[in-house]
């Protein structure tokens, strides 16, 4: 609050202001308040957005004015174009990269997750086949719980890489235009969703068409929710990884004795062809541990073998299954999938205990 006498402006509750520089302070309010008007326009005269509005409006009946009406306050996010862009650096050796994603406090959170959350853990389970600990260990890697969700708008990053980000524009689109219909489908504003700056939402860190395609309302509640409800939370998870091809009953990976320099050889980027079990199995290959309740595939099964560096400079090796190359599909890297499995294992320790 202030007052004005003569050329001063005197702030009640500061030191007195010189006029100029509160005409100053006004002009630079107006500045950005014109930016920010600008800012949300920046879509709305594209070429490109005019032909996604229009084929939402052909194939899926979606309203032209409530299209424009979204898209008259849709933001173009520089910093998101520049995370997508930022260098890429040398992939962090395992013994660094497991600790990042399996530390800190996820394996107490996680099993208070589980516990808390039982019956929803042994429905979805029972329902698809996924253990729970593997359940659980994704939401660990992916938010810590929920605890890292993502702070943007999902429509303002999507909307950005889709139209800006000419090397995945065509994903992008495509997830642009999933989140429109998402947003209709659950009758709430395409404006409210917040997520990552790549547009993943929720705890499970779903892209909107894997949103659509996969999640589900497992509390029964009519409506589905990857922030607040539990339960659709893990029913989701485990629906995904069923959908795209979860064993029931068989292993994700088991460590091996070292191979024969030969398999060794093979190796590119710390991964060796899928072969049938039988042929890793006559070439020597050599499980070293492995749990009573684990069942083996049938000797025609396609699996692989991994590496993974230990701090020593030595290495440990690793027979993955089908099972393994599922958790891929939320992530395409080896160690982001033995992540997975590392808590998954800790989780299913520290719940017997």
């Known amino acids: 609050m202030s007052v004005m006498f003569g050329t001063t402006c005197f702030a009640i509750f500061g030191r007195p202001q010189p006029l100029w520089r509160t005409a100053q302070t006004a002009l630079l309010a107006a500045m950005l308040a014109a930016a920010g008007t600008s800012a949300a326009q920046d879509f709305r005269d594209r070429p490109e957005l005019a032909a996604l509005k229009a084929e939402l409006i052909a194939e899926s009946g979606y309203d032209a004015a409530a299209l424009d009406d979204v898209f008259s306050r849709v933001k173009r996010l520089e910093r998101v174009i520049g995370y ?163 064993q029931r009953g068989e292993p994700v990976m088991l460590p091996i004795a070292k191979p024969s320099p030969e398999i060794i050889a093979t190796f590119d980027g710390g991964l060796a062809p899928r072969k049938a079990l039988k042929d890793y199995v006559a070439a020597g290959v050599t499980i070293t541990a492995r749990d009573r309740d684990v069942t083996l595939p049938n000797d025609d099964a396609q699996v692989g073998l991994i590496s993974l560096d230990r701090a020593d400079g030595s290495d440990e090796y690793w027979l993955v299954f089908e099972n393994f190359y599922v958790i891929t599909r939320y992530n395409r890297s080896r160690m982001y999938a033995s992540s997975v499995w590392s808590l998954a294992y800790a989780l299913n320790g520290a719940l017997k205990r």
């Open 84 to 246: 997508m862009d930022a260098p890429i650096r040398t992939p962090a050796p395992w013994h660094v990269y497991w600790p990042r994603h399996i530390g800190g406090d996820r394996l107490q959170r996680g099993g208070d997750f589980m516990r808390t959350n039982r019956a929803a853990f042994e429905n979805a389970e029972r329902a698809w086949g996924v253990p729970a600990p593997v359940i659980a260990a994704i939401i660990g890697v992916e938010t810590v719980y929920g605890r890292l969700t993502g702070n943007f708008r999902a429509i303002d990053a999507l909307a950005t890489l889709a139209f800006d980000y000419p090397r995945r524009a065509d994903f992008f689109r495509n997830e642009l235009k999933e989140l429109l219909l998402l947003a209709r489908e659950q009758k709430r504003s395409p404006l409210e969703f917040m997520g990552s700056f790549a547009g993943a939402m929720g705890w499970p860190q779903f892209m909107p068409g894997s949103y659509r395609k996969w999640a589900v309302d497992f509390d029964n509640d009519q409506k589905i929710d990857l922030w607040n409800s539990p339960a659709d939370i893990i029913g989701s998870v485990a629906s995904f990884l069923a959908g795209h091809g979860w």
